[in-house]
Nanobody, 119 residues
Framework: QVQLVESGGGLVQPGGSLRLSCAASGRIFSDNFMGWYRQAPGEQRELVATINSGGSTDYADSVKGRFAITRDNAKNTVYLQMNSLKPEDTAVYYC?????????????WGKGTQVTVSS
């Protein structure tokens, strides 16, 4: 089993910055993806950014150039640096880990952290 603990959400003004962290504990195998999704009220959960164990990243078009995902493999922690925040970034942000042990892929979710961008 894997546990994910998120931190770093909060209220920020438009144009501001926040840094989210997600620490994973438990059976973390070396071949995995760590990432962030978000869900705004009345909307579906959507991908924000992912990073694999080799450091390759993927971003939603809406956050490219503003958000940066990084990870510390020694700490099993993933970070999301969010800059130039916009009101439309307001959502609950969820940490996600996919552990690849072919043929099985295990997926874990954090409980979410609220990010509110408002003046």
């Amino acid at each position: 089993q894997v546990q994910l603990v998120e931190s770093g959400g909060g209220l920020v003004q438009p144009g501001g910055s926040l840094r989210l962290s997600c620490a994973a504990s438990g059976r973390i195998f070396s071949d995995n993806f760590m990432g962030w999704y978000r869900q705004a009220p009345g909307e579906q959960r959507e991908l924000v950014a992912t990073i694999n164990s080799g450091g390759s990243t993927d971003y939603a078009d809406s956050v490219k150039g503003r958000f940066a995902i990084t990870r510390d493999n020694a700490k099993n922690t993933v970070y999301l640096q969010m800059n130039s925040l916009k009101p439309e970034d307001t959502a609950v942000y969820y940490c996600n880990v996919k552990i690849l042990t072919p043929p099985v892929t295990r997926v874990y979710w954090g409980k979410g952290t609220q990010v509110t961008v408002s003046s």
